[in-house]
């Protein structure tokens, strides 16, 4: 009889040594975002700062000294205060902020011989880094990892003076500002650091902590600084040259080109001017033999705000200032530097992408245009492009590096070299030529040989061209990356207009939504239908997600408001039947269904993803049923799931209305989620579904989790028919809730009848004493409440105001 051997697991890079504890030396604003990132990820944290040298007044009146406690950990508390307080939070889940204990280098340093993990992110100046390493040596124990998060500090010289032990575990890890938000993690070794340590940064920084680690060398500002200060300055620089104004400036290099909101002027003020003078300033003495060094020269208008200490938002005012009684807010005209009302900006490349969604299909059409935007865009983007080739392999060996780390460090969508790939290489050597400047002979070498992108797929495999060996090759990652861009031509099962069917490989169907927001319409429910057929015919497994910014925004609101206004009742409520049809099919089919959310799952997103049999949530994901605030409530099997899950809540000596007044108040007052730890909090996720950090391994995390419910023997569910609701005694005590905040003024008269139906669903309905019933009473009893409010005036009024401005209305 024929046997087969199991291979043997390999052992991952990041499980080679555990962190479990983990020192963090410095409080200051990174150091105390850091400490509460590794909080998130469960890791015991000690956050240290330097103890007081004298004491303040309030601390004198109390009759304290510097031996008190209370003041030899003020500045670390304070510090950590501070971030507690600000917004966007730094942690998951406020709870976690037992995971941090604050302590000061003189008292606590000792404790760092039981971290796993110490981070150095003490002031930028050399001296005094070198002077805590000292310290660290006396308490550090060998073969702890010992890391810094400089910017600007060569690495190789904070280490200098080091025992062998300290600079073979030495590294730079390079976190961006907020290290919850922003994904980039470099990495630079020293030539002392052991390349095992390395790979458990990279593997680590990638798997565990979510972030996109990329390689660097010890070069000034490293990778994602060199260059994207770089495109900023010398983008200033063109500016001033072509006249042209901040306002116009910021709409061409926001979200047009896939970039942030804030684009350059509003980036620059929130960043704080100062940093950006101090970088650029760091950059023009250090990089002496770069060709374009004259670009990190100040700009007329960066030293005239430096001379006036307009800083940006921590002063009050930089490009941008805002009137404290109007509340306008107005721009400096870069010509006078005076402040001047922003005007309106109107650009022909920008009139002729409006209707072109995909970044890397509105490129071309910018930069091509004959108008003064494509003017700027050819100049900027020459000078970019021919930069970055300029810089391999002075600041990275292979070009996906500084793609990686460009997009991850400053929310780029398309880095440098697919920006270049989506014009033409060809082209953009024309452009850079006509700029005056060199195309680097790498790059006219590959064009010779006939090889006409960076990048280029192979059998659904991403592969970047390699400088050293002249061929191409596949980009390196820490874990498996589903991105079905490169699988759309190869994979494809089926597809409609909203929702396209991928197989996924290994006996797994994914189904990917792609509307405007992944609203979920007919289309969207089309597809959800088509899925769970094709998946229990033909498959083991499916995989609801995709690679976008937002699982999905809601249900499309614009044919539910069509339908109201013209009374169509019977359309309404079979639309509503069909859309609880959907969600149940997605709960009770022969298949697992397992959602992979990410950014936005509002409403009916949030409700497909309650009926799943598992949710694999990015920590990013804001979920919420958002419904009332255009006027309904969840019909989509929300209010009947989150009822459903109050049922399952209780237990003995519970006071089981406690438990179901706090989901009615999550809906009540549309609350949002503000990370997925909070999701599961508030019951839209349960204990068994799983929450990752890195959106690259999302969805095949997501796969991985669907192939492990198949092969544990999946069993169709049968529907429920024993949720236990509390009837008419619950329901008047939620109406009276209602009337006094009615009488308080804290919710309008209509506010009160939505409730007031969320309040009867929720509680069953008018029954005698509390019941068990079963899930299709449920839904109908929130059917028939969200066909009742689309008769509403207010309600239609709530749901154009959506529809036409985005923003909800209170009346």
Same mark, same amino acid.
């Given at each position: ?8 697991? !390999?052992?991952? *890079?990041? &499980?080679?040594?555990?962190?479990? %504890?983990? +020192?963090? $030396? ?5 150091? =105390? @975002? ?41 500045? !670390?508390?304070? *510090?950590? &205060?501070?971030?507690?307080?600000? %917004?966007? +939070?730094? $942690? ?5 902020? =037992? @995971? ?594 890195n959106r690259a391994f999302h969805l095949a995390e997501a796969k991985a989790k669907a192939i492990e419910l198949a092969e544990m023997g999946y069993t169709q569910p049968k529907q429920r028919e024993d949720i236990k609701v509390l009837g008419r005694s619950a329901l008047a005590t939620l109406k ?76």
């Amino acid at each position: 009889m024929e046997t087969t051997v199991e291979k043997p697991r !390999v052992q991952k *890079a990041y &499980e080679t040594r555990r962190i479990r %504890k983990v +020192a963090v $030396l410095g409080a200051g604003v990174m150091g =105390s @975002r850091i400490a509460c990132h590794f909080a998130n990820i469960g890791a015991e944290v000690l956050l240290m700062d330097i103890a007081p040298k004298e004491l303040s007044p309030e601390e004198q009146a109390k009759g304290l000294t510097l031996e008190s406690p209370e003041v030899r950990n003020r500045i !670390v508390k304070a *510090a950590f &205060e501070n971030t507690l307080k600000a %917004k966007p +939070a730094a $942690l998951y889940n406020e709870k976690f902020a =037992s @995971r941090i204990k604050l302590g000061n280098f003189e008292d606590n340093m000792p404790e760092i011989a039981s971290a796993d993990w110490i981070i150095e992110v003490v002031v930028e100046r050399l001296d005094i880094k070198q002077k805590v390493f000292e310290q660290v040596e006396k308490y550090r124990k060998k073969g702890t990892l010992i890391t810094s998060n400089t910017s600007g500090i060569p690495i190789r010289m904070m280490a200098e003076g080091r025992s062998d032990d300290f600079k073979a575990h030495f590294c730079g890890t390079h976190f961006f500002n907020p290290p919850r938000y922003l994904k980039l993690l470099e990495i630079i070794p020293t030539e002392h650091t052991k390349p095992e340590v390395v790979e458990f940064l990279m593997d680590y920084g990638a798997q565990i902590l979510g972030k996109t680690t990329v390689l660097c060398k010890d070069t000034p500002a490293f990778i994602a600084n060199r260059v994207g200060v770089y495109a900023i300055m010398d983008a200033l620089h063109t500016i001033e040259a072509m006249g042209l104004s901040v306002e116009a400036v910021d709409k061409l290099t926001g979200p047009v080109l896939g970039r942030p909101k804030s684009a350059t002027f509003r980036t620059l003020d929130v960043v704080g001017l100062d940093t950006m003078i101090l970088v650029a300033n760091g950059l023009s003495q250090n990089v002496p033999h770069d060709e374009s060094k004259e670009a990190f020269r100040l700009p007329k208008s960066l030293e005239f705000l430096k001379e006036k200490n307009w800083l940006g938002d921590k002063s009050g005012q930089g490009y941008y200032k805002k009137d404290k009684e109007t509340k306008e807010i107005f721009a400096l005209d870069l010509k006078t530097f005076e402040y001047k009302p922003q005007e309106k900006v109107k650009f022909k490349a920008l009139e002729a992408t409006k209707m072109i969604d995909k970044v890397k299909e509105r490129l071309p059409v910018l930069i091509k245009s004959d108008d003064q935007a494509g003017e700027f865009y050819r100049k900027t983007f020459a000078s970019l492009f021919a930069y970055v080739a300029n810089r391999i392999p002075e600041i990275a060996d292979h070009l996906y590096q500084i793609d990686d780390a460009v997009c991850a460090g400053f929310g780029w969508e398309v880095g440098p070299f697919e920006t270049w790939d989506t014009i033409g290489i060809e082209y953009g050597c024309q452009i850079i030529q006509e700029a005056g400047k060199k195309v680097a002979p790498w790059v006219q070498e590959m064009l010779a040989a006939g090889n006409t992108s960076f990048y280029k797929l192979e059998n659904g495999k991403q592969l970047y061209y390699d400088i050293p060996s002249k061929s191409y090759k596949p980009i390196q990652k820490s874990g498996e990356i589903i991105i079905l861009d490169n699988i759309r031509k190869t994979n494809k099962v089926w597809g409609n207009a909203g929702s396209t069917l991928f197989d996924l490989g290994d006996g797994i169907l994914g189904l990917e939504f792609h509307t405007k927001m992944n609203s979920i319409g007919a289309e969207v429910i089309e597809g959800i239908n088509r899925a769970i057929e094709i998946a229990e015919k033909d498959f083991r497994g499916l995989v609801i997600g995709s690679n976008a910014e937002n699982f999905s925004a809601g249900a499309n609101l614009a044919m539910l408001m069509m339908f109201a206004i013209e009374q169509e009742w019977d359309e309404i409520n079979l639309m509503i039947a069909q859309f609880q049809k959907t969600m149940m099919r997605a709960r009770y089919s022969a298949i697992p269904v397992v959602t992979a959310p990410a950014g936005l799952a509002l409403g009916g997103g949030c409700e497909l993803n309650l009926h799943a049999d598992h949710i694999h949530a990015h920590a990013e994901t804001y979920m919420g049923l958002v419904e009332f605030g255009v006027g309904l409530i969840p019909a989509g099997g929300g209010s009947k799931e989150m009822t459903l899950r109050v049922s399952d809540s209780f237990q003995e000596g519970d006071v089981e209305f406690n438990n179901l007044q706090t989901a009615f108040m999550n809906i009540a007052t549309a609350k949002v989620a503000t990370s997925a730890h909070e999701a599961m909090e508030m019951g839209y996720l349960r204990k068994s579904d799983t929450i990752g950090l890195n959106r690259a391994f999302h969805l095949a995390e997501a796969k991985a989790k669907a192939i492990e419910l198949a092969e544990m023997g999946y069993t169709q569910p049968k529907q429920r028919e024993d949720i236990k609701v509390l009837g008419r005694s619950a329901l008047a005590t939620l109406k009276a809730g209602i009337v006094g905040m009615l009488y308080g003024n804290y919710i309008s008269e209509h506010d009160a009848k939505i409730a007031e139906k969320l309040a009867y669903v929720m509680t069953g309905g008018d029954l005698t004493s509390p019941q068990l019933v079963s899930e299709q009473y449920l839904l109908d009893l929130e059917r028939e409440a969200f066909l009742s409010l689309c008769g509403e005036k207010k309600t239609l009024e709530r749901i154009q105001s959506i529809l036409t401005t985005g923003k909800p209305l209170r009346n």
